[in-house]
């Protein structure tokens, strides 16, 4: 292990490194890469020892914030028993049966049987897998595509990638045929002058329009994320998810609900899209906050329904990862939630989460800035030229990037997505870290406008 290697060694290491969702040629020609050697609570730190308020949790997931020694013991303390096994044939192990265990007592009432894998994208790809085999066995091979919307993110395997929006996977995924793009929910800047109500109706619409097109007896599948994340934050309209649901289940189409980022606490609640959107998923994917990012690990929670026709006798289950319910990523998601639920995470947020909310929304009164969106600990703001007519930066004024290398000089990490900002920090910020990171995103913001000619 290379824990105290230099900056310029780590950098000339890094040059072998393939980078995700870069400028390759960008990182190649310069060395302005930010290298994180360490972290703790709510900070991280970079290699020259500069202080970072991990505005985005790594990456939408250390949810319990960093360095827990509890959750770093269940790692070595499972690695010193069992280090691997799998979870195939008829092998199983402790921890990964208490951690599927304890998911279906969290989760809807009839989400009860769960598969692990390692990744969100993994998950979304093991629930439509799971759909198309639950089809064939009910006599409806058919029955395969599935309805995504514009502006979601599922992942970067293959599939994944399929029902994730178009704007991310250029022109590289093919599976686009399995795959129909509904419209994006995002009523201010798809609105097009309805009002929220009407939008919705027109939501709708392009639903049951989808539906009679493609033919109810075609599609497997609805995938929607309770409140879309690297789409730029976008909280559809009220009644949105409900209204889904029920066309989705008179049709017999399934209703999975994408919470590997809301699920865990990030919205106040274990699991969103019951508790804050009224909806019982038919499955619910997770992953990220499952295990705080301290392991990789994601779960796929399937109806009872599901199940009983999967698991009935005939043709075997031919789905696996070599990983599938590792034993320490399962230690370290019963410690993680142990955490939550010893601390009431998910409480607390309903409170602090509130007020990282607020904090932000009073960003909207500056003239740059178009939209705050979001709720809890998970919100983005979107920059505008011309905050009356919504008109865009160009592409090429990076105008999301500028704001936050702006704001990591100032000690906070924010992502940029475009023309926005993305924010969701560890879920242990308390209020004078929430009031210090909307201060950093003002200072951030009103320097950069003035550069930009604001
Ligand atoms: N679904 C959602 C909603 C996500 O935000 C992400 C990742 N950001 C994924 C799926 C894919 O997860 P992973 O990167 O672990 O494959």
Not at 1 to 29: E, G, P, R, V, W
Not at 359 to 370: A, P, Q, S, Y
Not at 406 to 415: E, F, M, P, W, Y
Request: aromatic share 8%; with cysteine.
């Amino acid at each position: 292990m290379k824990l105290n290697a230099t900056t310029d060694d780590i950098l000339s290491a890094d040059n072998h490194l393939i980078q995700s969702f870069c400028d390759l040629d960008a990182l190649k020609q310069n060395t302005a890469r930010t290298v994180i050697n360490r972290a703790e609570g709510a900070f991280v730190y970079d290699s020259d020892g500069n202080e970072l308020i991990d505005g985005i949790a790594g990456l939408w997931c250390v949810n319990v914030g960093h360095g827990r020694q509890e959750l770093i013991d269940a790692v070595t303390q499972q690695l010193g028993q069992l280090d691997y096994y799998s979870t195939f044939y008829n092998f199983t192990h402790p921890s990964a049966a208490h951690l599927a265990q304890k998911i279906a007592d969290l989760a809807p009432a009839s989400l009860n049987h769960v598969y692990f894998a390692n990744s969100g994208s993994a998950a979304n790809d093991s629930a439509i897998r799971i759909l198309h085999h639950y089809n064939e066995r009910r006599g409806k091979p058919d029955k395969k595509r599935v309805l995504s919307r514009h502006g979601a993110y599922h992942g970067s395997t293959y599939l994944a990638m399929a029902m994730t929006t178009p704007a991310f996977s250029q022109t590289w995924s093919s599976a686009s045929d399995l795959v129909h793009h509904l419209r994006s929910p995002h009523h201010w800047r798809e609105g097009g002058g309805m009002t929220e109500a009407e939008f919705l109706d027109a939501l709708m619409e392009d639903l049951e329009q989808s539906i009679a097109h493609l033919g109810a007896d075609n599609i497997a599948a609805f995938i929607a994320e309770p409140i879309m994340g690297a789409g730029g934050v976008i909280v559809a309209p009220k009644g949105y998810h409900v209204r889904s649901a029920e066309i989705c289940r008179a049709n017999d189409i399934k209703y999975i609900s994408d919470e590997v980022v809301t699920a865990f606490g990030r919205l106040g609640h274990f699991f969103a899209s019951q508790e804050m959107f009224g909806v019982e998923p038919d499955i619910i994917t997770s992953a990220k906050g499952l295990t705080s990012g301290y392991q990789p690990l994601s779960a796929t929670i399937i109806s009872d329904e599901i199940y009983e026709v999967i698991s009935a006798p005939g043709e075997k289950f031919l789905h696996g990862f070599t990983y599938s319910g590792h034993p320490a990523a399962s230690a370290v998601a019963l410690a993680n939630i142990e955490v939550m639920e010893r601390e009431k995470l998910p409480e607390q947020v309903r409170t602090t989460g509130k007020q990282f909310e607020s904090t932000l929304r009073d960003l909207g009164e500056l003239d740059i800035v178009g939209e705050v969106r979001g709720s809890h600990f998970m919100m983005g703001i979107e920059l505008v030229k011309d905050k009356a007519t919504k008109v865009s930066f160009d592409d090429d004024v990076e105008i999301g990037g500028k704001v936050a290398e702006a704001a990591q000089k100032r000690g906070l990490i924010a992502r940029p997505l475009g023309n926005s900002l993305i924010l969701s920090p560890t879920l242990v910020m308390q209020p004078d870290l929430i009031e210090k990171t909307g201060d950093i995103l003002r200072e951030s913001i009103t320097a950069v406008a003035k550069t930009v000619g604001h």
